[in-house]
């Protein structure tokens, strides 16, 4: 049975529950309370070393990183609709889901910590660290929105490992008040993706 450990509100689980949907595959989800640090215990620590979600156990594999989890399903599950075999199709995926996880999804992951995983921990939002996020947030949207006037979906005429991956940092706005309304492209691709039936069997923000 694979196992997933993470928090329902983390856009990392996220993506990795929604592939999972996505591909019909059965699992155990194991909830961790971030906002009680149980990534901190020593059962967590257990399974992970850097103690951050999630974590895949399925077998004798534990694996931390949900790129890393992405990417292992795709191919134990040969899941190649959305991760091709041919080398030059996936190289452009994992583009796209290594500059989304490290740019514009991890702002937004950034402004969802000062609006509302600070609260969580007792802590005050920074308006200033807000400030600086939303001007990064603001020059790299544009390039985005343009790239997707033109296309359905991130890299290819349907949904791939990148889109999966990107759309949960993107809602990550949702916990914030940070609007995408200016960014139509974006926001349209946004609801095609929320109006999958797997996303919304998750029903992460109802």
Not at 10 to 22: I, K
Not at 63 to 88: C, D, V, W
């Amino acid at each position: 049975m694979i196992e997933i450990f993470g928090h329902r509100h983390s856009p990392y689980t996220q993506r990795v529950l929604f592939f999972l949907e996505e591909i019909h595959k059965e699992y155990e989800f194991h909830p961790i309370k971030l906002e009680k640090k149980e990534h901190f215990k020593p059962y967590f620590r257990k399974l992970s070393l850097f103690q951050r979600v999630p974590v895949l156990k399925y077998g004798s594999l534990v694996l931390s990183e949900s790129q890393a989890i992405l990417r292992y399903f795709a191919e134990k599950f040969q899941a190649f609709s959305y991760y091709p075999r041919n080398l030059e199709l996936r190289a452009d995926i994992d583009q796209w889901m290594d500059h989304c996880s490290s740019h514009i999804g991890n702002h937004m992951t950034q402004l969802a910590w000062e609006f509302h995983w600070k609260k969580k921990f007792g802590l005050k939002k920074s308006n200033e660290q807000i400030n600086r996020i939303v001007t990064k947030l603001e020059k790299e949207l544009p390039l985005i929105d343009c790239h997707l006037s033109n296309r359905t979906y991130l890299n290819q005429a349907k949904v791939s490992l990148a889109d999966v991956s990107f759309l949960p940092l993107m809602l990550n706005s949702k916990l914030t008040d940070f609007s995408l309304e200016k960014y139509p492209f974006v926001r349209s691709w946004c609801d095609r993706m929320e109006a999958r039936a797997a996303w919304q069997k998750l029903a992460f923000y109802q």
